[in-house]
C-alpha cells in the first residue's frame, strides 16, 4: 500500500515512525515486513509481554491495576489467536508490533506502556529463546520414540544375522538388532546434543535494550526468573547481537538431518532387489506413472533429498552473522526463517521416518544367507591363532592365505579341511571348526558394544529405557 506522512502497517503507525515525516515506499514496506515469519511466535511475544508488565509494576514503573490490565488483555488475544477468533494482520510488521497494536486496541492509552523499557532488539532474542524452549523438547520427544520405534525392531531380532560392511564389502557378521541401535544411539546423541543447545538458550536477554541497557530501575533477574531462565544474559550489547542459540541448534538439527539421511540410504539399498533385506509398507513407498511394477522407496529419498535444505539453512545463519559489527543490525531479521526452516523440515523427517521405519518387513533368510558369501569369518580365523599365541600380524597372514585358498578352490573357509588349514600354520588343529560358523562367532563376540545376543540385549533395555525418559 502506499505511505504517506507516517508509514502505516494496517491501520496501525509503524512502532518507529516518530522521527520520520514520510514512510518508505510500499514495495519498501512489504521488503522488510516480517510478520510471516515471525507469527508462530505469537505466544511466545505474549508470554514475555505478561512478565514484562508485572517487572514494571515490581519497578513501580506503572501501577499494578495497569499491570493486570495489560496481563489479561494480553491472555485474551492469546486465546483468540488460537482459536482462530483473531486472524494476525499480514500488513503488520512484525508480530512484536501486531500484538502491540491489538493491545492498544483493546485498552487504550494503557496499551503504549507495555513498551516501557525494551526494545524489539531485546524483545526479539527472548522471543525466540522462548520460542526455542518450547519447541526443542516437542523434537526431543519425536527423536525418543524414534529411538523406541528402533529399540522394538531390534528387540526381535538379536539372532537375526546380517553382513556388516565397511567400504560397502562383506566385513563381518553381525545382527540387525545391532544394526539397528546403531542407528538408535546416533539420534541418542542428538537428544543430548539439544538438550546442550538449550541449556545455553535458558538466559534472558530481555532488560538490555536497544544494546546499552537502560536508565528505569529494570530487574532483569526478576523478570528471568518468571519467565523460568535460568539467568540473565550478562552484557547487553552480546544480549542483542547474539544468535550462537539459532546457530547451534540449527547444526545440531543438521547432524540430526544426517543421521536420518545415512539410515536412509541404507534403507534405499536394502529395498533394492540386490539387497533385499527389508520391503516398505505400501503405505510408505509410491509406484511409477511408466513401469506397473515399481515400488519406489521415495519417503527414504526424499528425507535424503531434503537433508541438504537444512545444511543449507545453517550455512544462511552462518554466513549472516560472519561480518555483523555489534550490536543488532537488520541482517538479523533473517534469521528466524532458516531457523524454523530447519526445525520443521527435521521435525517432519523424524515423523516420516519413525512411521516408514517400525511398518518395514524385514527378510530375515535372506541377509543370514548373505552372511555365506564374503569370508565374513577371516577375523575370526585371526583371532584363534592369536589365542595360541601367534602375535596378531602373523596371524592375520596365516589367515588371508586361508581366504586366498578358499578363493582358490571356490568354497567357503569352513569348506577347507584342516589339512588345507594346516598348508596354512601348523598351529591350526580341527577345533578351527567350532569357530567358522556365522552362530558361534556372534556369540564369541562378548566386548562391551559388540553384537553377540547378551550385549545387544543390553543396549535395547538402555535405549528403551531413554526412550521414555522425560516423556509424560
Known amino acids: 500500500m502506499e505511505t504517506h506522512g507516517t508509514m502505516t502497517k494496517g491501520n496501525h503507525a509503524a512502532l518507529w515512525h516518530g522521527r520520520f515525516s514520510d514512510g518508505p515506499d510500499a514495495e519498501a514496506v512489504a521488503f522488510e515486513t516480517s510478520i510471516h515469519v515471525d507469527e508462530r511466535m505469537a505466544h511466545d511475544d505474549i508470554q514475555g509481554s505478561k512478565a514484562h508488565v508485572q517487572m514494571l509494576a515490581k519497578a513501580k514503573l506503572i501501577s499494578q491495576k495497569e499491570a493486570d490490565e495489560m496481563c489479561d488483555a494480553l491472555v485474551a488475544i492469546d486465546a483468540d489467536i488460537a482459536s482462530g477468533a483473531l486472524k494476525i494482520d499480514a500488513s503488520s510488521e512484525d508480530i512484536h508490533s501486531f500484538i502491540e497494536a491489538c493491545l492498544t486496541d483493546r485498552i487504550g492509552e494503557v496499551g503504549k506502556k507495555i513498551h516501557t523499557g525494551r526494545s524489539r532488539n531485546d524483545q526479539i532474542a527472548l522471543d525466540e529463546r522462548l520460542y526455542l524452549r518450547r519447541i526443542v523438547p516437542e523434537l526431543q520427544k519425536q527423536l525418543r520414540t524414534l529411538i523406541g520405534t528402533l529399540a522394538s525392531i531390534a528387540e526381535k531380532h538379536t539372532l537375526s544375522l546380517m553382513p556388516g560392511f565397511t567400504h560397502m564389502q562383506h566385513a563381518q557378521v553381525v545382527t540387525l538388532a545391532h544394526h539397528v541401535c546403531a542407528w538408535a544411539w546416533s539420534f541418542v546423541r542428538d537428544v543430548e546434543r539439544l538438550s546442550d543447545a538449550v541449556k545455553r538458550i535458558a538466559f534472558s536477554p530481555i532488560g538490555s535494550?536497544?544494546?546499552?541497557g537502560s536508565t528505569l530501575p529494570l530487574d532483569r533477574a526478576y523478570e528471568a526468573k518468571s519467565l523460568g531462565f535460568t539467568g540473565v544474559t550478562p552484557n547487553s550489547l552480546d544480549s542483542v547481537s547474539?544468535?550462537?542459540?539459532?546457530?547451534?541448534?540449527?547444526?545440531?538439527?543438521?547432524?540430526?538431518?544426517?543421521?536420518?539421511?545415512?539410515?536412509?540410504?541404507?534403507v534405499v539399498l536394502w529395498a533394492s532387489n540386490e539387497f533385499a533385506f527389508l520391503e516398505l509398507s505400501e503405505k510408505w513407498s509410491t509406484g511409477s506413472s511408466l513401469m506397473p511394477q515399481k515400488k519406489n522407496p521415495d519417503f527414504a529419498e526424499l528425507i535424503r533429498g531434503r537433508t541438504g535444505k537444512v545444511y543449507g539453512d545453517l550455512i544462511a545463519l552462518l554466513v549472516m552473522m560472519k561480518g555483523l559489527p555489534l550490536a543488532y543490525n537488520r541482517d538479523m531479521q533473517e534469521d528466524k526463517a532458516s531457523l524454523f526452516s530447519a526445525l520443521d523440515t527435521v521435525s517432519s523427517c523424524v515423523g516420516v521416518f519413525t512411521n516408514m521405519i517400525a511398518t518395514a518387513t524385514w527378510n530375515v533368510e535372506h541377509m543370514e544367507h548373505a552372511c555365506d558369501s564374503g569370508y565374513l569369518n577371516a577375523t575370526d580365523v585371526a583371532e584363534y591363532l592369536v589365542k595360541k599365541n601367534i602375535p596378531f600380524r602373523t596371524a592375520h597372514g596365516i589367515a588371508a592365505q586361508a581366504v586366498k585358498l578358499a578363493l582358490e578352490k571356490k568354497c567357503a573357509l569352513e569348506k577347507l579341511s584342516l589339512a588345507d588349514f594346516k598348508r596354512c600354520s601348523p598351529e591350526i588343529e580341527e577345533d578351527i571348526f567350532a569357530i567358522l560358523s556365522a552362530d558361534s562367532g556372534l556369540a564369541a563376540r562378548k566386548t562391551e558394544g559388540a553384537p553377540s545376543p547378551e550385549r545387544v540385549e543390553k543396549q535395547i533395555a538402555a535405549l528403551k529405557q531413554f526412550a521414555n525418559d522425560n516423556i509424560p
Open 242 to 266: 547474539d544468535r550462537d542459540y539459532c546457530i547451534e541448534v540449527t547444526s545440531a538439527l543438521a547432524i540430526v538431518q544426517m543421521h536420518l539421511s545415512r539410515c536412509c540410504e541404507e
Open 209 to 212: 535494550g536497544a544494546l546499552a
